[in-house]
């Protein structure tokens, strides 16, 4: 039952944006291909001729990077990434293996979250500009707690859960700071009120940790609900040279 109430959520999470013209399903997922290097398993795929990858050290099995750094629409990102994983992965003992999955910066690979954490610290009492440089790790604490907290990342959350994750923030590091103003999205964050001048977070490298949901029957359903159909899945071959 809470798998179905999660899966209703999501789908009117969708259908809510998708009545606001919020999610672009104009171009097809592109054509995934799956490689084995010396140092990590890895599935590929080209937005335009931007390079999109979901990575798996060899060393580190349990761990998965998503590398994006494309402009693409948050929900096509999702169901790209969900397609890749389902290439990477298809058998489940592997899936159940993942636990962490490493996404980089937030700003680079989902800005929408930057600027939603940039406008909830803003919004947040319990943040002080001036104590990140007087006291070590306060950043990190502050946007590790706001994360926790708030729900900032419903649309990935709840795709990773179709896929068969449950999911939730593990850590953040290197938090980038800045005033308003200056941010890639600073007139979206003026327009609602926020101090041009007041530094305030907005980038964190962040790790998620996954636990396999007991049943991941609806894994798949992401592809067809959060964006356009993929083109196919290539076969697994070794990188050249490597």
């Known amino acids: 039952m809470n798998h ?3 899966l209703v959520r999501f789908l009117a999470w969708f259908l809510a944006l998708f009545s606001l ?3 672009a ?3 097809p997922l592109p054509p995934i291909a799956v490689l084995e290097g010396k140092y990590q398993f ?3 795929g080209f937005v335009g001729d931007c390079r999109v990858s979901l990575e798996r050290p060899k060393n580190t099995l349990d ?3 998503f590398r994006h750094e494309c402009h693409q629409p948050l929900a096509d990102k999702l169901a790209l990434l969900n397609t890749m994983l389902e290439a990477l992965l298809p058998d489940q003992k592997d899936r159940q293996a993942i636990r962490t999955l490493f996404v980089g910066r937030l700003v680079v690979t989902f800005p929408e979250v930057a600027q939603r954490v940039a406008l909830a610290a803003s919004q947040s009492s319990d943040w002080d500009h001036k104590r990140p440089s007087k006291e070590s790790g306060y950043s990190n604490r502050f946007v590790f707690q706001l ?3 708030q729900n900032l990342f419903p649309e990935l959350l709840e795709s990773l859960h179709l896929v068969g994750y ?3 923030v593990a850590s953040v590091e290197k ?3 800045g005033k308003p103003k200056d941010l890639p999205f600073g007139s979206e964050l003026l327009e609602q009120g926020v101090d041009p001048k007041t530094r305030i977070p907005f980038d964190a490298m962040t790790w998620f940790h996954l636990e396999t949901l007991p049943s991941s029957g609806a894994s798949g359903l992401s592809q067809g609900l959060s964006g356009p159909k993929q083109k196919g899945v290539l076969n697994k071959k070794k990188l050249n040279g490597k």
């Open 4 to 6: 179905i109430r999660k």
């Open 21 to 23: 013209g919020a999610v």
């Open 25 to 27: 399903l104009a171009e």
């Open 42 to 44: 890895e599935a590929v």
């Open 63 to 65: 761990l998965l990077h």
């Open 147 to 149: 994360l926790k907290r």
């Open 166 to 168: 449950e999911s939730q």
């Open 175 to 177: 938090i980038l700071m």
